[in-house]
């Protein structure tokens, strides 16, 4: 089929590469604008160098409603594929190709619409997510599902671990779904829309680990911002960032650290934690007994 692909992130390269291997016309490849960074050096996004790198036609538009529309009609695509674009499309866009757009989502809609669903699926403490292959539509992860594909969390696995593994399986799913419209197989099942979940863009200031809550939900956050924004609390007035936990056993009061043969306790508001890779503002990131090596901490001190 003829296919326009609309993708930024590294989330999306996996599904492009996929599209171009399973053989498919790819007309254009529309991602966001270059970004400049210091000194005027200008980055293309994970999304461009891959396009570049295979030959494909690059497009990029400030405002895609604006200045996109004419230029991808002309293209006359069968069918459009979003993934992580990161721009509103116009109904009068997603109205172009013959098959409509699809998109690859990172959740099992309608649980997780929106930005940073495998981050949320983490923080929240789920056992499984996956992706779903939908119909692009104007309210944000509302459209049709087309497939999805499941897949289990795992217990230490971090918001970055699970990205590679569902940008993967996004791929696949894609391929999928593609060669069900391509057949006339495809059938697009409707949202419950009463059970959709929506949680909010990340921060940096989200990582900020709260003591009064659970272990539990704090090992969650750890595992969820890991490796953006990353969970930290602060330590003698220094940010002290925390990337990896497990549950402990021991009994604290809320933010009191115990050290014991070169580990780390922090006690929670139920339960605590043990840190297993740290990292103090100004230092490089690295396990726990490292870290103690040469960073003196008294038992009873409190990170805050």
Same mark, same amino acid.
């Given at each position: 089929m003829k296919i326009v692909f609309l993708g930024t992130p590294d989330f999306a390269?996996?599904?492009?590469?996929?599209?171009?291997d399973a053989g498919h016309e790819i007309l254009?490849?529309?991602?966001?604008?270059?970004?400049?960074?210091?000194?005027?050096?200008?980055?293309?996004?994970?999304?461009?160098?891959?396009?570049? !790198?295979?030959?494909?036609?690059?497009?990029?538009f400030q405002k895609i409603r604006d200045e996109g529309?004419?230029?991808?009609?002309?293209?006359?695509?069968?069918?459009?594929?979003?993934?992580?674009?990161?721009?509103?499309?116009?109904?009068?866009?997603?109205d172009i190709p013959k098959h409509g757009v699809i998109n690859v989502h990172a959740s099992l809609?309608?649980?997780?619409?929106?930005?940073?669903?495998?981050?949320?699926?983490?923080?929240?403490?789920?056992?499984?997510?996956?992706?779903?292959?939908?119909?692009?539509?104007?309210?944000?992860?509302?459209? !049709?599902?087309?497939?999805?594909?499941?897949?289990?969390?795992?217990?230490?696995?971090t918001a970055g671990e699970l990205f590679d593994r569902l940008a993967k399986l996004g791929a696949e799913a894609l391929v999928e779904g593609l060669q069900l419209i391509e057949s006339g197989r495809?059938?697009?099942?409707?949202? !419950?829309?009463?059970?959709?979940t929506h949680y909010p863009m990340l921060s940096k200031e989200d990582g900020k680990i709260d003591w009064n809550c659970s272990a539990k939900e704090i090992v969650c956050k750890i595992r969820g911002m890991n490796p953006w924004p990353s969970a930290y609390c602060?330590?003698?007035?220094?940010?002290?960032?925390?990337?990896?936990?497990?549950?402990?056993?021991?009994?604290?009061?809320?933010?009191?650290?115990?050290?014991v043969n070169k580990t780390m306790?922090?006690?929670?508001? !139920?339960?605590?934690?043990?840190?297993?890779e740290v990292q103090l503002e100004g230092k490089r990131r690295m396990d726990t007994a490292s870290f103690l090596a040469g960073y003196k901490i008294q038992n009873g001190t409190n990170v805050q």
């Open positions: 390269v996996d599904s492009l590469q996929a599209v171009y254009a490849v529309v991602t966001q604008p270059d970004k400049e960074r210091n000194r005027r050096e200008v980055t293309f996004s994970p999304v461009k160098q891959r396009a570049l !790198d295979l030959g494909l036609n690059v497009l990029q529309e004419e230029i991808l009609r002309r293209l006359a695509p069968d069918v459009m594929v979003t993934c992580a674009y990161g721009q509103i499309i116009s109904q009068s866009i997603l809609l309608p649980l997780f619409r929106g930005s940073s669903p495998i981050q949320w699926a983490i923080l929240t403490g789920q056992e499984r997510t996956g992706v779903s292959i939908m119909r692009t539509a104007l309210q944000v992860d509302s459209g !049709d599902v087309l497939l999805q594909k499941s897949v289990s969390i795992g217990d230490n696995e495809a059938v697009f099942t409707p949202q !419950d829309h009463s059970k959709a602060y330590l003698g007035g220094k940010i002290f960032k925390i990337w990896s936990a497990k549950i402990a056993e021991d009994e604290l009061g809320i933010g009191e650290i115990r050290i306790k922090i006690g929670c508001g !139920d339960g605590a934690i043990e840190a297993l």
